[in-house]
């Protein structure tokens, strides 16, 4: 199983400010098979970002995705007050089972 | 576009089986290839996959929740289920359906349905 770990576990930032997320996996993903999504309370996740780097439909593209192998990021690159949120990682590489991150809450300061 | 929507008691006894549906809205759940997960959520905790189904009825569980672990589909209905025996109150959490296409490199997940809390306790 693929283990992904995210930092920071909290990221405090102000509106306007650039937000820069991690998402490491335990062992390479292949042909970056990463997605990353928003999860606002009390709603489900929303995809933003598959296979590593592509924007999912209707994606602002303030969001940005990067990385390969073992080490995966999401920019944001000015920060809305919509933004705060959790975001997770998943991986859905050729080994099951498909993981996810244990999450970034992205607070405002 | 394609709509998910669960359904299922919101209370199960320890010991007992958790049964949920999952109704596809807006498509045939026998067009196209895709997969039909779900997925869970313990309050303030993170995702974990639980297993998903194909069309065709071929499934993959998590190792983890693979022993106790049924899903099925109902193409006359556009629905799909889950079943988990013998929970636990590890076992109460938000569960989440969800749909990715069945082809290698596009497995994530989108859509989403709303999810719906369960919630084990005698």
């Known amino acids: 199983e693929i283990v992904l770990t995210q930092s920071p576990g909290t990221l405090s930032l102000s509106p306007g400010e650039r937000a820069t997320l991690s998402c490491r996996a335990s062992?390479?993903?292949?042909?970056?098979?990463l997605a990353w999504y928003q999860q606002k309370p009390g709603q489900a996740p929303r995809l933003l970002i598959y296979g590593a780097s592509s924007r999912a439909t209707g994606i602002p593209d303030r969001f940005s995705g990067s990385g390969s192998g073992t080490d995966f990021t999401l920019t944001i690159s000015r920060l809305e007050p919509e933004d705060f949120a959790v975001y997770y990682c998943q991986q859905y590489g050729s080994s099951l089972p498909y993981t996810f991150g244990q999450g970034t809450k992205l607070e405002i300061k | 576009q394609v709509q998910l929507q669960e359904s299922g008691p919101g209370l199960v006894k320890p010991s007992q089986t958790l049964s949920l549906t999952c109704t596809v809205s807006g498509g045939s759940i026998s067009s196209g290839s895709y997969y039909w997960s779900w997925i869970r959520q313990p309050a303030g905790q993170g995702l974990e996959w639980i297993g998903h189904?194909?069309?065709?009825?071929?499934?993959n569980y998590n190792p983890s929740l693979k022993s106790r672990v049924t899903m099925s589909v109902d193409t006359s209905k556009n629905q799909f289920s889950l079943k988990l025996n013998s929970v636990t109150a590890a076992d109460t959490a938000v569960y989440y359906c969800?749909?990715?296409?069945?082809?290698?490199?596009?497995?994530?997940?989108?859509?989403w349905g709303q999810g719906t809390l369960v919630t084990v306790s005698s």
């Open positions: 189904i194909y069309t065709s009825g071929s499934t």
């Open positions: 062992q390479s993903v292949s042909s970056s098979y």
């Open positions: 969800a749909s990715a296409i069945a082809v290698a490199g596009y497995n994530w997940f989108d859509p």
